[in-house]
């Protein structure tokens, strides 16, 4: 029998494991388990297939559904503009991670072949907050996690933009729900921003804010917001992997191992200069269809601990101006998402790990978690920007008038909640969160896209302000 295990890396990925004995067919597609300890809490094994398997391949084996990049490119209906040329070219996508990895170009290079995906035009590794220490999980537990948060974004941000520029950041100390890490990560964006690196950056990391002890605490982190808003870059976060609620404390291996018994939401996608990235599930066949509409990602029902995307209002920050044709929803704060893309685990992203990760044998594994959403939604704006021509920098207003508008290129996301209910201590405890609905809501936000109409939409509100 397979037991499936869900655990939080980086703060806002999730991988998926499974359980059991032996290994399983040695057909082409069959997943080969590898069974022992792991450093990661809650996972005591870890399943890849050696290729990349189909659809009705992980629902067969592991009960959920996995999707390509190819299936992503469908869904997101990203093609029509890969036909006109538009698929990132010029641009710079800029990825922010702490430790990173040391055999990410590796890995790009195995998922690019087997997905018959482009190398990206120029793929550049930078650590202007420090050296980062060699790779090695046993001494420092948290780089596991951290390696595997790297693949993903890295993967996917190129999946969707396949002619932009990479370049990640890497970070010498890991985030730590605000204790640690944050002040580099703010370091290393300055310096991107500051040298005109990237019109983009995605971030896949994040703290509640109940967490820090005062606004005043953020505040003082705010510095590369403000910086990016100055000069046109667009900054993106994922906006948590625990519905309404969020980590109250990690174990040594970055694992959240409590959790908040009352709503909140994590910064920096509370941030109004940032756009805060929701989670959605998608329903495809093999090549990329809709079977049903995309509803907010919610696998809570998977395994014990909150599993569903971010949103709710921040306690830190006050209603932008954009979202004052939402006031009804969000109040008088800020609210979160602003925008959804694919997060579920059951619909995950096939992501290529190699062996040396320490995650079980080199293959294909399924992760999710709005930080597959953030990056998936950086290759959509480094197309934007390609069409512009420029960076359009803070997206916020853009999204809120086109949604309004009712306009084609965004998808309303009506069905599913972030409510969340698991054990913690002796009790089982239920944080409300909120239902999707019509028109935007703190599940949701304004809801996914079509990328085909959503891009140049985008494009013509942005060059009409």
């Not at 906006?239 to 990690?250: H, M, Q, R």
């Not at 949103?311 to 209603?319: A, H, P, Q």
């Amino acid at each position: 029998m397979v037991r499936r295990v869900l655990g939080l890396l980086g703060s806002t990925a999730a991988l998926l494991a499974t359980a059991g004995a032996g290994t399983l067919a040695a057909a082409p597609a069959a997943p080969a388990v590898s069974v022992g300890p792991v450093p990661l809490a809650r996972m005591v094994s870890h399943v890849s297939f050696p290729t990349p398997p189909t659809t009705g391949q992980c629902e067969h084996f592991l009960k959920i559904a996995c999707y390509s990049p190819l299936q992503f490119q469908t869904a997101y209906d990203m093609k029509p503009l890969y036909r006109k040329g538009d698929d990132g070219s010029g641009q710079t996508i800029v990825i922010v991670d702490s430790y990173g990895y040391q055999n990410i170009r590796g890995e790009l290079r195995v998922f690019d072949k087997s997905f018959g995906l482009p190398a990206p035009p120029s793929f550049k590794i930078i650590q202007p907050a420090g050296a980062v220490p060699p790779y090695d999980p046993s001494k420092r537990p948290a780089m596991f996690g951290w390696a595997i948060e790297t693949s993903l974004d890295v993967e996917y941000a190129h999946s969707m933009a396949p002619g932009a520029n990479i370049v990640l950041v890497e970070t010498p100390v890991a985030e730590t729900l605000g204790v640690h890490g944050f002040p580099q990560i703010v370091e290393a964006e300055n310096y991107v921003i500051d040298h005109h690196l990237g019109n983009v950056i995605t971030q896949s990391f994040g703290a509640p804010e109940k967490g820090f002890h005062s606004a005043a605490a953020i505040m003082k982190l705010r510095s590369a917001y403000v910086n990016a808003s100055n000069n046109g870059v667009t900054m993106l976060t994922g906006s948590g992997d625990a519905g309404s609620t969020g980590p109250n404390g990690l174990d040594s291996s970055g694992f959240a191992d409590s959790f908040f018994l009352s709503r909140t939401v994590a910064w920096p996608a509370s941030d109004p200069l940032g756009t805060a990235v929701g989670g959605t599930q998608l329903h495809l066949n093999n090549r990329g269809l809709r079977l049903q509409p995309d509803t907010v990602w919610n696998d809570t029902n998977l395994e014990f601990s909150p599993a569903a995307s971010g949103g709710g209002r921040s306690t830190m920050f006050g209603r932008p101006s954009y979202q004052d044709s939402v006031s009804g929803s969000v109040g008088t704060q800020r609210g979160v998402p602003d925008i959804s893309m694919s997060a579920a685990v059951d619909g995950s992203a096939l992501v290529y790990l190699d062996e040396q990760v320490g995650a079980g044998p080199a293959g294909f594994y399924l992760v999710g978690g709005t930080s597959e959403a953030s990056p998936l939604f950086a290759g959509v704006v480094a197309i934007a920007d390609q069409v512009a021509g420029r960076g359009l920098g803070v997206l916020n207003p853009y999204l809120y008038q086109m949604s309004g508008a009712h306009d084609p290129g965004i998808l309303d996301v009506t069905g599913g909640t972030n409510t969340v209910t698991f054990p913690q201590g002796p009790n089982v405890h239920t944080v409300k969160g909120f239902d999707a609905a019509n028109g935007y809501d703190m599940a949701s936000g304004v809801g996914t896209i079509d990328g085909a109409r959503f891009v140049p939409d985008l494009v013509a509100v942005a060059n009409s302000q």
